[in-house]
């Protein structure tokens, strides 16, 4: 496989997440969205670690890359689902229209 | 085959992506958002990227999807109801999509060898330069040399050793930036809010 395929797929997968914030009003599920478009990052960075092989062996720092967005995004959405609990507790919603303090 | 496998998954993952977008009910999306990852981590292992993709199923799937069906099955989040579409939003997110897609493919397009098949793995040369950069005395019990040398591609060695030996500092502050996020989401559960 060629590595435009990949990143047409890395890049679709990411139009899909972002059409998922930006259209459904779901707090959960618009964060399950930003969660596919960070493994859509992950897929290009490692698409681009194969093309970029040096010696014969994959780019290892892209890898290494890609271990610290999986762990900094396993601790974001520890603390993402913790703020939400939050939010339920102080308004029994997790529906963006009812969740508008800030709107002038 | 490759060709046909590649396809296959990115099928999976892209549909069972749109699946998450198009489901009403909360639960539904997060089942598709598990096989999302699961078709993501099965391209990882066809870039031969094996530790990431086994990664990819223990930290997504294994964790983070538990922690939010948790989070759905403790909310009660009940299935949306049939509202009025709003117009503007979903208008104006399929365009920025849109655009988003055909600025990507006109991109894509441009990139020197993007349109070649990826290099194989050679696993003789890896070993050859290994082998010259201990100035060809390898250290004792060299498993990553010595698979090498026997035509095998030792992933999950090769990042460990990247891992530890070049981003020691980095992995440090991982560690750290674990720990704080585990007290905040203690403290954020915690509180109480009025």
Do not use: W
Request: some cysteine; proline content about 2%.
């Amino acid at each position: 496989m060629t590595l435009a395929n990949y990143l047409i797929a890395s890049g679709l997968l990411f139009a899909i997440g972002l059409l998922g914030v930006l259209v459904r009003r779901n707090l959960i599920i618009m964060f399950m969205c930003l969660e596919m478009m960070l493994s859509a990052g992950n897929l290009t960075l490692v698409a681009f670690s194969r093309f970029n092989g040096e010696a014969g062996l994959p780019n290892m720092h892209a890898q290494t890359l890609v271990f610290f967005i999986i762990t900094v995004a396993a601790a974001e959405v520890a603390v993402g689902l913790a703020i939400i609990v939050a939010l339920f507790r102080a308004r029994q919603t997790v529906h963006i229209n009812d969740i508008q303090v800030l709107k002038g | 085959m490759e060709h046909l496998l590649f396809y296959i998954l990115t099928t999976i993952m892209l549909g069972a992506g749109l699946g998450v977008v198009l489901n009403r009910n909360p639960v539904a999306s997060a089942l598709c958002l598990l096989l999302s990852f699961m078709g993501l981590a099965g391209l990882f292992i066809q870039l031969s990227a094996f530790f990431i993709g086994i990664i990819q199923i223990l930290v997504y799937a294994g964790a983070v999807m538990v922690l939010f069906i948790f989070i759905i099955m403790l909310l009660d989040v009940k299935e949306e109801k049939k509202s009025k579409i709003n117009l503007v939003a979903v208008g104006s997110g399929l365009f920025l999509v849109l655009f988003f897609v055909g600025q990507l493919i006109s991109v894509v397009g441009q990139i020197e060898g993007g349109d070649q098949p990826l290099a194989e793995i050679d696993t003789a040369k890896a070993a050859e330069v290994r082998l010259a950069a201990f100035d060809q005395q390898p250290l004792e019990n060299d498993r990553i040399l010595e698979n090498l040398q026997e035509g095998q591609f030792p992933d999950v060695q090769i990042v460990g050793e990247t891992l530890f030996t070049q981003y020691n500092f980095q992995i440090q502050m991982i560690a750290v930036l674990l720990l704080v996020s585990a007290i905040g989401v203690v403290l954020l559960s915690k509180k109480r809010l009025t």
